[in-house]
């Protein structure tokens, strides 16, 4: 199974931990946006986007990624992470995966955790969830995409 991780993580590292706990059970490359060759997404069996959260939206060059998409066949999952909770009402995983699914993709799922967050105004307190992701987030981050891997029926290589 051809697994992509695409992950913008500019911050403090959180959402590359995630990404990269993710990629060990899929057996995935994780790139940067700027690395992502849309035709290569669009022809993974499965194709991950993920960042950290920006003022409740996630990070511009992923989602300039996703609008660059050619139609795909394949799934898609989304993960984030952020210093606040994602909201039933607003989730911000919701945008990416619409454009996703307006792409073709079948969206296997989203994952969030929360992180160190220093954007304002927690910079002036010295930041939030400064020991996050931890241990426990990254542990489900890999259940999460050991969900993904057996739904695919396909093994990590």
Known sequence: MKTVIVCASV????????ADSM???????????????????AGADLVGFGSGVFYGRLHPRLTDVVKALPRGRGRAFVFATSGLPETPLAPFTR??????EGKGFAVAGSFSCRAFDTWMPFR??????????DA????????????????GRGPAS
């Open 11 to 18: 911050s403090h590292g959180n959402t590359r931990r995630v």
């Open 95 to 100: 945008p990416v995966v619409r454009l996703l």
């Open 23 to 41: 990629a060990r059970v899929l057996g995935a490359q994780v790139v940067a946006p700027e690395q992502a060759d849309p035709a290569e997404l």
């Open 136 to 151: 426990g987030d990254l542990a489900a981050a890999r259940e999460f995409a050991g969900r993904l891997r057996q739904d």
């Open 124 to 133: 002036l307190v010295g930041g939030i969830n400064k020991e996050r992701p």
